[in-house]
Each structure stands twice: as C-alpha cells, then as structure tokens.
T-cell receptor, first 111, second 115 residues
Framework: RKEVEQDPGPFNVPEGATVAFNCTYSNSASQSFFWYRQDCRKEPKLLMS???SGNEDGRFTAQLNRASQYISLLIRDSKLSDSATYLCVASSSGSARQLTFGSGTQLTVLP | GAVVSQHPSWVICKSGTSVKIECRSL??????MFWYRQFPKQSLMLMAT?????????EQGVEKDKFLINHASLTLSTLTVTSAHPEDSSFYIC???????????FGPGTRLTVT
C-alpha cells in the first residue's frame, strides 16, 4: 500500500466549477501535510499547508482529518490556470522533515 | 528569497556514460538537500537526503554507488548518475532547506534521457 494515496483522475471540469480532491495517508506518525501543484515538466510548487482546523486561501480550502487519516482540497470557481497536477504530501517528524508525495491528481479546467 | 537552481535543465547521454547534475541554493544556505526522481505519471520518489559536510542517506532500493551525491558546501549539491542506462531516464529534482527550517524549496528539475 502506498503511504499517500490519491485518485489520479483526470478531473475535467468547466470553468467556474467547484472541484474536490481527496487523499489518504497510511503513516499515522506523519506530522505535517501539504498540497503542492505541479505543472507539466516543472517542479512542484507549494500551494498550501493543511491544518486540522481547516484553512482557506482565496478559492482554495484544505482540510485534515487525523482520525481518518484523510486530507482534502477544495477549489472553488475554478480557472483555466488551475489546470495542473495536485500532489498530496505528508511530512515526517524530525529535523530532516522528509516529504512523501502522492502520485497526484490531474485537473483540467475547460473553457 | 529561497531560489534553487539546477543545471543542466535537460541532458541526453549515451548508455554507459556518467552524468553530473548540480543543485544550487542561490540566496540562502542549504544545510539539507534532497534528491528526488519522478517517472512519467508517477509520484516524486525521494532518492537521498544529504546534509552539508556529511555522507548522504539513501532511501531503500537506491544504489549509492550508482547515484553519487556530494554536498560539499552550503550552496551546492551534486548528483552523479554513473554508468547510466536507459532505465535511468527520468526527471531528477532537488530541493533544499535552511538550517532549522522545515520548508523545502525545489529546483526546476533536470530531465535525463539515456539513449
């Protein structure tokens, strides 16, 4: 079983739609969680951190449920520029803070 | 701040040759650098973690004699793929973090094709 699992998609949605991505992690010792965005043939870029209390950044809302080991990302009013692969990431404790990446969920926003 | 560069951005080499990839932190001191590999439509997989001045820690299944990592200074780490084979063709990405910092700053990646 993969440590971080995501629905690979692809998700094809019209502009303005709301789309939700889900992710589960298997390592209960994971401390921190993030959503990264990766465009084709580019490096991943940090989108937002994920907190148990839920956090929002503009059109993006992330949620963490430690009991269920479940992470979500909601994108409202999707834009064409949101088209990318979204990576769910868990981080271990300790100074090295190694990141474990999910395989990503591909999103295409259609005009 | 927190810019990481990689060189080259892409490279094509013949089977059996060695390729060196550089990762530089341009505006901060990177006490820890990470090397990842990503095959098409797959996740980033951590290959190794290196701390400045010490030997790299390799993940299970990554051959340390094949993937040589050097982190000799606080701004430079290198990954050398020795005796490259076509199956080593991949997207290699480095990241760097500051002393005591938890965020990793990613380089733009190096696309390696071995013919």
């Amino acid at each position: 079983r993969k440590e971080v699992e995501q629905d690979p998609g692809p998700f094809n949605v019209p502009e303005g739609a709301t789309v939700a991505f889900n992710c589960t992690y298997s390592n209960s010792a994971s401390q921190s969680f993030f959503w990264y965005r990766q465009d084709c043939r580019k490096e991943p870029k940090l989108l937002m951190s994920v907190y148990s209390s839920g956090n929002e950044d503009g059109r993006f809302t992330a949620q963490l449920n430690r009991a269920s080991q479940y992470i979500s990302l909601l994108i409202r009013d999707s834009k064409l520029s949101d088209s990318a692969t979204y990576l769910c990431v868990a981080s271990s404790s300790g100074s090295a803070r190694q990141l474990t990446f999910g395989s990503g969920t591909q999103l295409t926003v259609l005009p | 701040g927190a810019v990481v560069s990689q060189h080259p951005s892409w490279v094509i080499c013949k089977s059996g040759t060695s390729v060196k990839i550089e990762c530089r932190s341009l505006d901060f001191q990177a006490t820890t650098m990470f090397w990842y590999r990503q095959f098409p439509k797959q996740s980033l997989m951590l290959m190794a973690t290196s701390n400045e001045g010490s030997k790299a820690t390799y993940e299970q299944g990554v051959e340390k004699d094949k993937f040589l990592i050097n982190h000799a200074s606080l701004t430079l780490s290198t990954l050398t793929v020795t005796s490259a084979h076509p199956e080593d063709s991949s997207f290699y990405i480095c990241s760097a973090s500051r002393r005591g910092g938890y965020e990793q700053y990613f380089g733009p990646g190096t696309r390696l094709t071995v013919t």
